[in-house]
């Protein structure tokens, strides 16, 4: 069994800065890749940022890209986003995913998902 579980999220004005943590339960981490996606209300979920294996390719959304940076530590069984010159539009809640199969960008390729984390940017 897998379990996802987000942290750091929070309140913060616009220009500031997040990271937030995902901590996998379960064995394997190291053999997933990872993704974050965000849904804000009334929105569809928006994919966000995700990272290979061994950190050696990371994927951003257009709406996040130059300012999230996706980052993981296999050894503790942590990806973490680095979120940037936050804006109000990235108002969410961020949640993090293990990728299963087909392309990154898409929600459905995800098996298993953590409870997400808000985040709330005020101007």
């Known amino acids: 069994q897998v379990q996802l579980v987000e942290s750091g999220g929070g309140s913060v004005q616009a220009g500031g800065s997040l990271r937030l943590s995902c901590v996998a339960s379960?064995?394997?981490?190291?053999?997933?890749?990872m993704g974050w996606f965000r849904q804000a209300p009334g929105k569809e979920r928006e994919f966000v940022a995700a990272?290979?294996?061994?950190?050696?390719?990371?994927y951003y959304g257009d709406s996040v890209q130059g300012r999230a940076t996706i980052s993981r530590d296999n050894a503790e069984n942590t990806v973490y986003l680095q979120m940037n010159s936050l804006k109000p539009e990235d108002t969410a809640v961020y949640s993090c995913?293990?990728?299963?199969?087909?392309?990154?960008?898409?929600?459905?390729?995800?098996?298993?998902w953590g409870q997400g984390t808000q985040v709330t940017v005020s101007s």
């Open positions: 995913a293990r990728y299963k199969t087909g392309t990154v960008y898409n929600e459905g390729s995800y098996d298993y």
């Open positions: 379960g064995r394997g981490f190291s053999r997933y890749f």
């Open positions: 990272i290979t294996y061994s950190d050696d390719m990371t």
